[in-house]
């Protein structure tokens, strides 16, 4: 059963999120349909405890008090930890090596590797750096990110061979990346370890930038075999990350 006072300090925080220059006791009463007497009640404790501030207008703004919890709720939601009971799933779901990678730099990093029982032999592991161009999450961070970011680090790649798949022309890269744009999903054929094949997915965050990627990898025959089973699935399992990273849908 909801409390009605602790009820009505969220609609405040609610509307007031809404309006970036403030409302008075007036507006905010009206909006919020309760008695005026009540409402500037409300504001006033609000207001001493330093969840909201007043301005010369006389008008009520959300306070300092509120950037430090967000920013506190912002650091709980830890990505590993919040990713990793989906990764599981995907894991058990499609039967092949889940990884999870973050941006560092230029580079992505590794923090979470889930093997199946019948998981593919390869060399990337958690902690482990691997360049953008050549790997399916690398090139998932280079289809999200901005445009300008995305510039800046493809300007400074150096596109070597892993093997005789990996992609070493820019142009021939941004075709690519335009297509993964379409797909909603990027792809490591055999680019970065002969025979491995990755599908990865993005994972956005609460500002709806790409927070993170995950993939899954596996023999290119049994990949390419299974690839309309794995799609959706990967691509759920990345929504639902990021739905618990807070990501608002559009």
Not at 31 to 48: A, G, R
Not at 135 to 162: M, P, V, Y
Request: glycine share 6%.
């Amino acid at each position: 059963m909801a409390v009605k006072s602790a009820k009505r300090v969220l609609e405040v925080f609610e509307l007031l999120a809404q309006h970036s220059r403030g409302l008075t006791i007036k507006e905010i009463s009206e909006d919020l349909s309760m008695p005026q007497s009540s409402t500037s009640n409300l504001i006033k404790t609000l207001l001493e405890e330093g969840y909201l501030i007043q301005d010369v207008l006389k008008k009520y703004r959300l306070g300092p008090k509120l950037i430090q919890i967000g920013a506190n709720a912002r650091e709980s939601l830890d990505i590993h930890a919040q990713g990793l009971p989906y990764l599981k799933k995907l894991m058990e779901d499609v039967e092949e090596t889940v990884f999870l990678a973050v941006l560092s730099g230029d580079e992505i990093v590794y923090i979470a590797k889930m093997d199946s029982n019948r998981s593919i032999r390869t060399s990337a592991q958690p902690g482990f750096r691997r360049p953008l161009y050549c790997t399916g999450l690398g090139k998932a961070f280079l289809t999200f990110l901005d445009e300008e970011e995305r510039n800046r680090i493809l300007d400074h790649t150096e596109f070597k061979a892993l093997t005789e798949h990996t992609i070493t022309d820019r142009n021939m890269m941004e075709k690519k990346i335009l297509e993964y744009q379409r797909l909603g999903y990027a792809i490591d054929d055999e680019e970065s370890e002969e025979g491995l094949y990755c599908l990865a997915a993005p994972v956005f965050g609460v500002e709806r930038t790409i927070q993170a990627a995950i993939s899954v990898a596996g023999p290119k025959e049994r990949m390419l075999a299974r690839k309309e089973l794995i799609v959706p699935k990967l691509l759920s399992t990345a929504q639902h990350i990021s739905d618990s990273m807070g990501y608002i849908h559009a």
